[in-house]
């Protein structure tokens, strides 16, 4: 489940004094600043380079009347700052069509972000989860398999070069598909925001040399809590000890062969429940990963029950990304993890067809004219 982070926000009437504040963002700012100066000399489709000279005028603090505000985020300098010069471009691109597009309510021909997922199976239970629901985990409800090779590769095929953010997971724990090495081995190289969510409890030694090697952005460990009590609570089916077993060796595996690696590790819990106390979960795993962080609690386990929440405004996943499921199916979301409002299968029509198909535009059309309320499991979602 993808779901955001706290974030620093630098006011635009403050940029430098702020930027200055975190670690890389005055040199950061600088780099984004000689991006803009030499844009007209690159070799560039014009659709990109107006996003980009738009991209760098709101990031230096230059964005012009009327255009939308694109801030700079602590995460934005960690990414800049993990990225060469040459990379940059391609970088903002994406990152300003994530942020941005889904406020102007834009849209080109594909997503600014893929989640692909390689399987729906997971052997958690996890207390806040829609795995917990046996309408969708029984087998005869068809919910449930892994994504062959050739329908990843296809996906895959299509979106590179047009689609920098992409996810391997979604409803299962990608760990337990039985191609993923094989797809982590396609994807070396492809993607500038590749991302994977794991439980870890399938995490080899050997997997974690295929996952150094691929060059992966952001690998997320969902762990949700630092005490073996309450994580096996929470994590119904987990045990705490063998996933920081797990994550330890996965760290040491970095630090002994991959020393120059890119690749941010996090923890991320679900904030539930408040036994889950913050400091201890910084306190516990900061030794062996990157960033702690928490994510608010959304109702994921019971979507379609949830009363109606009496929100109009129109849910910002319909021009950000899009879901491609283990047997091609496009959703919108995976809040709606039984596949509800399905927009179409990646078996039958390209990934930049489906997000400019009917079927999404007429969803996008009911959220913008406040009619989410009649759509399931839209009228509960906290989404917005
Ligand atoms: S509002 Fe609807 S489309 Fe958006 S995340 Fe919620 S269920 Fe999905």
Same mark, same amino acid.
């Given at each position: 489940m993808e779901r955001p982070n706290r974030d620093i926000y630098v006011k635009s009437d403050s940029f430098e004094?702020?930027? /200055?504040?975190?670690?890389?963002g005055t040199e950061a700012l600088e780099r984004l600043a000689a991006l803009g100066a030499r844009? *007209?000399?690159?070799?560039?489709?014009?659709?990109?380079? *107006? %996003?980009?000279?738009?991209? &760098?005028?709101?990031?230096?603090? /230059?964005?012009? +009347?009327?255009?939308?505000?694109?801030?700079l985020k602590r995460h934005i300098v960690e990414e800049v700052r993990r990225l060469s010069d040459d990379e940059l471009p391609r970088y903002l691109f994406y990152r300003y069509r994530y942020d941005v597009y889904p406020t102007t309510r834009q849209l080109d021909a594909f997503p600014p972000c893929v989640q692909i997922e390689p399987t729906s199976i997971c052997n958690y239970r996890c207390v806040f989860c829609y795995q917990t629901d046996r309408s969708f985990t029984q087998g005869r409800q068809g919910h449930m398999g892994m994504m062959d090779l050739?329908?990843?590769? +296809?996906?895959?095929? $299509?979106?590179e070069g047009?689609?920098? !953010?992409?996810?391997?997971?979604s409803r299962g724990e990608p760990l337990m598909c039985r191609n993923i090495k094989e797809m982590l081995e396609y994807l070396r190289g492809k993607f500038l925001g590749l991302k994977m969510n794991?439980?870890? #409890?399938?995490?080899?030694?050997?997997?974690?040399?295929t996952i150094l090697q691929t060059g992966l952005n952001t690998l997320v460990f969902s762990v949700d809590a630092a005490e073996p009590e309450l994580y096996a609570r929470l994590r119904v089916n987990g045990k705490l000890e063998r996933v920081l077993e797990n994550i330890k060796m996965f760290s040491e595996v970095r630090r002994k062969h991959y020393p120059d690696s890119r690749l941010i590790t996090r923890?991320?819990?679900?904030?539930?429940?408040?036994? $889950?106390?913050?400091?201890?979960?910084?306190?516990? #795993?900061?030794?062996? %990963?990157?960033q702690v962080a928490f994510v608010d609690y959304n109702p994921w386990e019971n979507a379609y029950e949830t009363a109606p929440r009496g929100i109009e405004a129109p849910c910002s996943d319909l021009w950000r990304r899009m879901f491609i499921w283990w047997? /091609?199916?496009? +959703?919108? &979301? *995976?809040?709606?993890?039984?596949?509800?409002?399905?927009?179409?299968? !990646?078996?039958?029509?390209?990934?930049s067809s489906l997000w400019r198909s009917d079927a999404y535009e007429d969803l996008r059309r009911r959220h913008i004219a406040g009619k989410r309320g009649a759509l399931t499991p839209c009228a509960g979602c906290a989404v917005v």
């Open positions: 004094a702020l930027a /200055g504040k975190m670690p890389g844009l *007209d000399g690159m070799n560039l489709p014009d659709e990109r380079r *107006d %996003v980009l000279a738009k991209a &760098c005028r709101a990031l230096t603090g /230059g964005a012009l +009347n009327g255009e939308p505000e694109f801030a050739e329908m990843f590769k +296809n996906v895959v095929d $299509q979106i047009e689609v920098e !953010a992409v996810t391997l997971a794991t439980n870890a #409890w399938f995490l080899t030694e050997e997997l974690a040399h923890t991320s819990g679900v904030h539930f429940s408040d036994e $889950q106390d913050f400091d201890k979960m910084q306190e516990f #795993w900061s030794e062996f %990963v990157d047997d /091609g199916r496009a +959703n919108p &979301c *995976d809040v709606d993890y039984k596949s509800e409002l399905a927009v179409g299968n !990646a078996g039958e029509l390209d990934v």
